[in-house]
């Protein structure tokens, strides 16, 4: 039992986990005992009880994080009761928890639910005590919902700021990318009078972010964030010349530091933004190799990172690189940015791309005032209670979609093709059309959009007829396929009508050298590769970027140390 307080002042805020099972309640609240001290754990016989329960939680404004049912009920079936739960709590996490009788006999029938999103997880009901499969599977669902649902408990930075203005936003979204937990607090607050009080500005700039040792400073932007935490790239503690430079930190990137690093390569990762790339933004991956309940973007590349950084990795941040060099016969490659150079035997391009944007300048004038490129999961939480539209058809739209419809009252996906099944994977499309929160509108496109200080309204056309029509609107996500901006890379780095890096038989043959193509992922510059989504030709999917990422290690060890010509 957890010891209650007899007062008044204190509540219990703790969020819920709701366990409903008729004969194995007992069993499940006995499993779920070491969950009481952070989580109000509550065991119910019945979809009813279960029903009141929930109700009384969202009448106190209480939290869901997670409802564990077995597979069959006594008074409804189980999905049925998950989709019921939904109305009151879509952010709460929902598990089957079969009991060994039953779980294979009720698998087969509840595994297409599990396709379509309609629970998360499917689970034997632990047989034993320490059952540490069972809670790892618990764990990373609650961890899961921590991070993208409720406001942390425990702070790593603090931020104040009077309003949510888009430097704060980005700032915030920053954080939530690298999972680094902060809030943002008021300057009149207690908290925020104590930080500014140690800042001591008498009119700071906002805002104002405290630093891991408690000393404040003024965030201009996202890099005096970055710096804060990773340094600058002229602070590099390696010798005079790395073996290898990356530039990029998404899943390519990520790949090549941990398994050039770990092959005894110095290696240095630089990134403009945060580490994870477009990928870091996804708030769930269910279709990445060895992650059966899904993956955030966020979690796999923080895990990646710091795999690479046990290695030896050095990473930077929020330093675009403005440009490459090419040395002289026996020279180093020279990676320039604002922050400092990094000179390096071998360079790995792996700087992905970016969002196209929309061209309409009424909705870019609004970037950070409700108009988000990309997922914008710190955003998403902005989002209760509103109508939202996400403009793109590929997986990344359709996981930021499916992560907004968790706070949005509504989300439409607005696509220029008539559906979404020439670009979105079919698990997605199976879990969009059975969110009731949800509608997918093809052949439409937003021309305009406007609002008194954020966005409020956009105006979309059919573009089958021409019809525009206005509709209000609490924010705009846009997703919209993706540019390569190689602006910086030398000339001598060829590139394909559309500006991504050629590589291997794709390179020009009067380019190749003695006759033959370079290597595979190699570019028309001895030395320099390129690897995931910037690379002309690749798959634009996590794995394949991943596994590019992991192959082009070999070929840079080939090109450092080249086995000598036999006689």
């Known amino acids: 039992m ?22 194995n309640s007992e069993l499940l609240l006995d499993e779920f005992g070491r969950y009481a001290r952070d ?71 509840l595994r297409p639910a599990l396709a379509k999103g309609k629970y ?57 990318r690298i999972g680094v937990p902060a809030l943002v607090h008021d300057p009149e607050s207690g908290i925020g009078r104590e930080v500014l009080g140690r800042l001591g500005k008498e009119n700071p700039h906002y805002p104002v972010v405290e630093r891991w040792d408690g000393e404040p400073y003024e965030a201009a932007s996202v890099r005096d964030v970055a710096v804060s ?7 590099i503690e390696v010798d005079r010349i790395a073996d290898l430079v990356i530039v990029g930190a998404g899943p390519a990137g990520l790949a090549a530091s941990v398994y050039g690093a770990s092959e005894g390569l110095t290696t240095v990762t630089i990134e403009s933004e945060a580490i994870g790339g ?48 090419i040395g002289g016969l026996g020279e180093p490659f ?5 922050g400092g150079d990094v000179r390096a035997r071998a360079a790995v391009i792996a700087s992905g791309v970016t969002y196209r944007k929309l061209g309409v300048e009424t909705i870019d004038r609004m970037v950070g005032s409700g108009v988000n490129y990309g997922a914008a999961m710190t955003a998403a939480r902005e989002m209760e209670g509103l109508d939202v539209c996400v403009v793109g058809g590929g997986n990344s739209a359709g996981q930021a979609a499916i992560h907004l419809s968790r706070f949005a009252r509504s989300v439409t996906i607005l696509v220029r093709r008539p559906d979404l099944t020439a670009t979105m994977s079919a698990y997605l499309i199976g879990e969009i059309a059975f969110n009731p929160r949800i509608t997918v509108e093809g052949c439409r496109c937003v021309v305009d959009g406007g609002g008194e200080g954020r966005l409020e309204w956009i105006e979309v056309e059919d573009t089958s007829t021409g019809e525009r029509t206005r509709r ?28 991504f890096v050629l590589t291997g038989r794709d390179v020009p043959s009067p380019a190749w050298r003695d006759g033959l193509p370079p290597e595979n992922l190699e570019t028309t510059v001895p030395g320099i590769f390129a690897v995931g989504d910037i690379r002309s030709g690749s798959m634009k999917r996590v794995a394949s970027a991943s596994g590019e990422g992991a192959s082009v290690v070999p070929l840079v060890h080939a090109w450092l140390e080249p086995t000598p010509t036999p006689v």
């Open 2 to 23: 957890v010891p209650t307080s007899s007062t008044d002042e204190d509540v219990d805020d703790r969020p819920a986990i709701l366990l409903v099972s008729e004969e």
């Open 39 to 109: 989580y109000d754990v509550r065991a119910v016989r019945s979809a009813a009880e279960a029903k009141a329960t929930v109700k009384n939680l969202f009448g106190e404004g209480r939290q869901l994080a997670l409802a564990v049912s077995e597979s069959v009920l006594p008074d409804d079936d189980v999905l049925a009761m998950f989709q019921r739960m939904r109305t009151y709590v879509p952010t709460a996490r929902r598990l089957i928890a079969a009991h060994w009788s039953r779980f294979r006999a009720d698998a087969e029938a």
């Open 120 to 176: 998360d997880a499917y689970l034997l009901m632990p047989r034993g005590a320490r059952d540490e499969e069972f809670h790892t599977a618990v764990c990373e669902i609650l961890s899961d919902w921590g991070s993208t649902v409720a406001a942390p408990v425990v702070e790593t930075l603090r931020i104040v700021s009077p309003s949510n203005d888009g430097a704060t936003l980005a700032v915030r979204d920053y954080l939530d």
């Open 229 to 235: 935490i990773y340094g600058r790239p002229d602070q």
């Open 278 to 325: 477009q990928a870091g933004t996804s708030s769930m991956i269910r279709n990445y190799l060895g992650f059966p309940r899904g993956i955030s973007g966020m979690r796999l590349a923080q895990r990646a990172r710091n795999q690479a950084i046990r290695f030896g990795t050095q990473f930077f941040t929020g330093w675009p690189v403005t440009r490459l060099e």
């Open 334 to 338: 020279v990676v320039c940015t604002e």
């Open 472 to 499: 209000e609107t609490g924010g705009l996500f846009l997703l919209l396929g993706a540019i390569a901006h190689c602006d910086w890379l030398p000339p001598e780095v060829a590139h394909d009508p559309n500006g």
